[in-house]
């Protein structure tokens, strides 16, 4: 899964990537409000980490702009603005969570973790498909029970298949999901993934739709 930090101390900016990119996630920086809504317009993000206090745009405008414009991605508030008044605001404008600085980095795995299942539209941290069970939360795939070892991209590909499940998902759009900005992606690299996954899950599982890419419809 892809997200977008919008935070402009630098150090921490860059300890939340290192962190988020231990726990699997793609991550992009954004120093400034006008950069991340340009980015959040522009990139199908599955979730955006977003400080208030930014230069040239504060959080406030970006979440406020974002959401007039019909983007849902969800939102985590991630900043040292703890009146509860703060956080009506930043609710009723059209964040999904809220949390303070300082914070515990488990938390906030988990707080992002939950809203980009929400925002797939299920809650819940495993997913049962077959004789495979996904634990989202544990980064665990398992068939009748017994563990099956899948690199970290292989696994977030097949997350977001499941959780499109019965739509065909581009390959453009798992690149998408799966790399950050800074990523150098060969052409053929999903294709790679996806023929690895089938070894290790079976030929049937994940379907080809020829000139619009990948689907698991069971």
């Known amino acids: 899964m892809r997200l977008l930090v919008v935070e402009d101390e630098r150090d921490l900016a860059d300890a939340l990537r290192r962190a988020l990119e231990e726990e699997e996630f793609a991550v992009d920086?954004?120093?400034?409000?006008?950069?991340?809504?340009?980015k959040i317009r522009e990139m199908p993000y599955d979730a955006v980490v977003l400080d208030l206090m930014l230069p040239r745009l504060?959080?406030?405008?970006?979440?406020?702009?974002?959401?007039?414009?019909?983007?849902?991605?969800?939102v985590l508030i991630l900043t040292a603005r703890d009146v509860i008044d703060d956080r009506?605001?930043?609710?009723?404008?059209?964040?999904?969570d809220y949390l303070t600085k300082p914070f515990a980095l488990a938390e906030l795995v988990a707080r992002v973790?939950?809203?980009?299942?929400?925002?797939?539209?299920?809650?819940v941290a495993t997913l049962q498909l077959g004789d495979l069970t996904i634990d989202t939360a544990a980064r665990e795939v398992r068939r009748h029970g017994l563990p099956l070892e899948l690199t970290a991209r292989e696994f977030a590909i097949l997350e977001l298949l499941i959780r499109s499940r019965g739509s065909v998902v581009?390959?453009?759009?798992?690149?998408?999901h799966i790399y950050n900005e800074e990523a150098d992606v060969l052409s053929n690299v999903v294709d790679?993934?996806?023929a690895a996954l089938r070894r290790k899950l079976g030929a049937d599982l994940i379907r080809t739709r020829r000139g619009e890419g990948y689907i698991i419809d069971a």
């Not at 009506?88 to 999904?96: E, F, H, M, Q, S």
Request: charged fraction near 25%; aromatic fraction near 6%.
């Open 170 to 176: 581009a390959r453009a759009t798992i690149c998408e």
């Open 88 to 96: 009506v605001r930043g609710l009723n404008l059209g964040a999904d």
């Open 113 to 123: 973790r939950a809203m980009i299942r929400r925002a797939y539209g299920n809650p």
């Open 58 to 74: 504060d959080g406030w405008s970006v979440l406020q702009q974002a959401r007039a414009a019909g983007i849902r991605t969800p």
């Open 29 to 38: 920086i954004s120093g400034d409000g006008e950069d991340a809504l340009f």
């Open 192 to 194: 790679v993934h996806v």
